[in-house]
């Protein structure tokens, strides 16, 4: 009578550590970076960023697997603009941006110069409207800055 009720408490132990396995599969890996085509387009900054006495407008151009950004710098007396682009390869996964390479561009005019860059850096993206045309972009190099942009729609 013990050997049946030996085996049959092992026997339960086995069916609940089964069950157990069956009810709490393991959790997935995470999902690779995948293209936002929601994301992906030309967005212009809304107000200028001001840094080091330069006005800085910006404009980013998303594509599917690099990220293009044009810096016009506004110097102010005599008013003079000078424009620089910088690209890196990128991927993203759903709000996030993840920018892989080191990319430094510069132009002067030999008194003043104007200077784009980026570094690997996770950003981030929201939405700030229902039409999907108004976002934030939080880019933490090279100043954690919060941009404000708009999209430009397709001519």
Same mark, same amino acid.
């Given at each position: 009578?013990?050997?049946?009720?030996?085996?049959?408490?092992?026997?339960?132990?086995?069916?609940?550590?089964?069950?157990?396995?069956?009810?709490?599969? #393991?959790?997935?890996?995470?999902?690779?970076?995948?293209?936002?085509?929601?994301?992906?387009?030309?967005?212009?900054?809304?107000?200028?960023?001001?840094?080091?006495?330069?006005?800085?407008?910006?404009?980013?151009?998303?594509?599917?697997?690099?990220?293009?950004? #044009?810096?016009?710098?506004?110097?102010?007396?005599?008013?003079? #603009?000078?424009?620089?682009?910088?690209?890196?390869?990128?991927?993203?996964?759903?709000?996030?941006?993840?920018?892989?390479?080191?990319?430094?561009?510069?132009?002067?005019?030999?008194?003043?110069?104007?200077?784009?860059?980026?570094?690997?850096?996770?950003?981030?993206?929201?939405?700030?409207?229902?039409?999907?045309? #108004?976002?934030?972009?939080?880019?933490?190099?090279?100043?954690?800055?919060?941009?404000?942009?708009?999209?430009?729609?397709?001519?």
């Amino acid at each position: 009578m013990k050997t049946i009720l030996a085996s049959l408490f092992v026997s339960i132990l086995s069916l609940t550590a089964f069950a157990s396995n069956e009810h709490h599969p #393991h959790p997935l890996p995470p999902p690779q970076p995948q293209p936002a085509p929601i994301m992906l387009g030309i967005w212009h900054s809304d107000q200028p960023t001001f840094q080091n006495g330069i006005w800085i407008h910006s404009e980013f151009n998303f594509s599917e697997y690099q990220m293009t950004m #044009h810096a016009i710098c506004e110097f102010r007396n005599p008013t003079v #603009h000078l424009t620089v682009g910088v690209a890196s390869r990128a991927a993203y996964n759903q709000n996030l941006i993840y920018v892989y390479d080191n990319a430094d561009a510069t132009v002067n005019d030999g008194y003043r110069f104007c200077r784009a860059t980026f570094a690997p850096s996770t950003w981030e993206f929201y939405f700030q409207s229902a039409d999907m045309n #108004h976002a934030v972009i939080f880019a933490p190099i090279p100043s954690q800055l919060r941009i404000p942009v708009t999209r430009i729609p397709n001519y």
